[in-house]
């Protein structure tokens, strides 16, 4: 009897197993459900799950609300963990690592004026909790009141509910580190401006707030540093406001919040995005307006935790660089320039830094918006004309933060793959500009610049940080220039300039580990050296991760490493190396580590961006297969739609393409060349509708868990063996159709044909 009742059980978990994976066989039309934006948020500075928050925004949007967990001035401002809200925060916050600027928070209480964040904060359970990308709503236990939000780009609408109270008060705390507030009590109105930041802003930062009431105030009272004033209007290091209301049971109080970087005047024509429209209609236009880019890419075949993951992954890809652009009365895009302070016309976008997003992030924006990625370039020329360099990161101008001028990657991508527009010219300007100088800060610019244009390499030994890391990406970037160069039709001095530099990577190849390794001044190789050694001459990364960073010439990179079969050896050892690290560089173990260890996939490190691209160097070296399994063991066993789901730090959008992009079943492994590797589909079948009309149409019939191989490949119908595909091609609409099968083809893709771009293979100088 015991055993039957087991084997009954055995074999229901069976079946609930197999329910679970199945596919889902008529999608949702609103594909904002298969949308969470809670994961990533179980994380913390020690482990990373993706360091993301619930953004309540519109696509690109210039603000976003987040609910807040944490104190006030901490990155981690929305943990999953955490059991208690204090405020409804205006963030424009990239990362916890970046933290937050122009920033203030609403909080509705109930009973006694409660001004602390820990005095007004609610419990609150996250089942009564509701996430999507357009609208948030949660019951604040201790007040006895729900909130709601649902933005537009540069305004947002709240519905507080209340019960039946005569105390019931709206708390506005414009934070700490200098603000301001004023009640208008006759127009049912509350100004102020915050001016908290985390740096990158000039002296006259500020963000200017308007809000309007649906209610009269039965209380109006300002608050400096938690004390209460008896004064409408008040500038303190830290002030706030707080207005009540006597309420009904499941009464209803509505706010219209909107707020702008140049003006309150500003602020005030940025509320014109709501208008008249109460909340349920905001709501829809926001729906609407995730639909309508979400749809732009239309998936069929898959599970439904695989749908969530996609869409997920593909709404965390649209919210960075933010618009950082207002429009004037007239209709006109202009701007605060967060590089001189000055109010300017034109485009300005922010929130990214490009060592992360140069990789993938950059070219999704290119392939699917390229009038957006215009508006973007546009918008990197005017912070080269206003600051008097290109960012590297920006949040909102220029940080001092992690290395390499991967802006030649960004500009050169776009050029190449046809954005047009705006002045290109100044942008090269910019880019040489890079190229031989270093910058006012060290991430502005090149670090190390005159070594690397002399010597070949940054040294080891002459105190600057991370110099291996920075001479392979200086390499690549150089690479990058060249190609724009060559668009442009630059004079052929400066061509070879580039294509000689672009080969610098060559200096730190060490033939007897065949491995990167920092190089000293002198010319010798530094010692001791121990590939697992996390920074020191590497950036979040030991050499396993670097050694990969030839984007641009891996035909080269094997080459120097005595060929294809050595190459792949070298490639299938990151993931049979026991994950074992040296973090005395550090003192301690970075997250990064922690995230590399415990995903039980040897060296290689997805979490973090360096290595993202090495899976699909197989396709270089006639092994494709191997890169179709690793990429379905990555998409499989390091991305789940929980709030544990990423498995390092989402970074404004990368990790996430990442994902996009190897679920399409392509990858950019070199930006500034025409050239998607292949790799291996996801779902049975994806519709990309591009900009221009055109589709990309991309067929896997047998795709499943097991067929994760590509057998046979065609692309308008005609059979394809190479490994990697043409942005032209696709740009014009395509139907690819690929056969899957569940053991390798190990004859497809091996010819020399087959084999995608290297610089030191297909350029002829």
Known sequence: MICRILAGCLLAAALSVQVLAQEVTKPFTDLTEYVDPIIGTASSPELSNGNTYPAIALPWGMNFWMPQTGKMGSGWAYTYD????????????????MN??????????????KLSEEERASWFSHKSEIAKPYYYSVYLADHHITTEIAPTERAAIFRFTFSKTDSATIVVDAFNHGSYVKIIPAEKKIIGYTTRNSGGVPQNFRNYFVMYFD???????????????????????????????????????????????????????????????????????????????????????????QLRTFYSCLYRALLFPRKFYELDASGKVMHYSPYNGKVL???MFTDTGFWDTFRSLFPFLNLMYPSLSANMQEGLVNAYKEGGWLPEWASPGYRNIMIG?????????????????????????????????????????????????????VPYDVDINENAARTLEYAYDDFAIYQLAKALGRPRKELSLFARRCQNYRNLFDTKTG????????????????PYKWGDAFTEGNSWHYTWSVFHDVQGLINLMGGKDRFVAKLDSVFTLPPVFDDSYYGG??????????????????????????????????????????????????????????????????????????ALGFYPVCPATDQYIVGTPLFRKVTLTLENGKQIVINAPENSDSHVYISEAKVNGEIYTRNWLSHTTLSQGATIDFKMSATPEKQRGTKEEDMPYSFSKDEKL
């Open 82 to 97: 955490g059991n208690r809200i204090k405020g409804f925060k205006q963030t424009h916050q990239p990362s916890p690592w």
């Open 100 to 113: 937050d600027y122009g920033q203030f928070s609403i909080m509705p209480v109930n009973g006694k004026i």
């Open 215 to 305: 209610k009269p105030f039965t209380l109006s009272k300002t608050w400096s540093n938690h004390r209460i004033h008896d004064r409408y209007e008040i500038t303190a290091e830290h002030a706030g406001a707080v207005v009540g209301f006597k309420t009904s049971h499941g009464e209803q109080v509505h706010v219209r919040v909107a707020s702008s970087f140049i003006s309150f005047e500003q602020a005030e024509l940025n509320l014109k995005e709501i208008g008249r429209d109460d909340f349920e209609t905001v709501k829809q236009k926001g729906k609407d307006a995730w639909n309508k880019e979400l749809s732009r890419v239309a998936v069929e075949g898959g599970t439904a935790d």
């Open 345 to 347: 016309p034109g485009y």
């Open 405 to 457: 001028s991967n802006s030649a990657s960004i500009v050169s991508d776009a050029y190449i793959k046809g954005m047009r527009g705006y002045d290109v010219n100044a942008l090269y300007e910019a880019v040489l500009k890079n190229s031989e100088q270093a910058g006012p800060l060290t991430a502005v610019g090149r670090a190390g610049v005159q070594y690397y244009n002399t010597l070949g390499y």
């Open 515 to 530: 491995l990167m390794r920092g190089k000293n001044k002198d010319g010798s190789f530094q010692k001791p050296f121990n």
């Open 589 to 662: 173990v970075i997250h990064e580590i922690r995230e590399m260890q415990i995903a039980d996939m040897g060296q290689y490190a997805h979490g973090n961006q360096p290595i993202q691209h090495m899976i699909y160097l197989y396709n270089y070296a006639g092994q494709p297969w191997k890169a179709q399994y690793w990429v379905r063991e990555t998409m499989k066993k390091l991305y789940r739609p929980t709030p544990d789901g990423y498995c390092g730090d989402e970074d404004n959008g990368q990790t996430s393409a990442w994902y996009v992009f190897s």
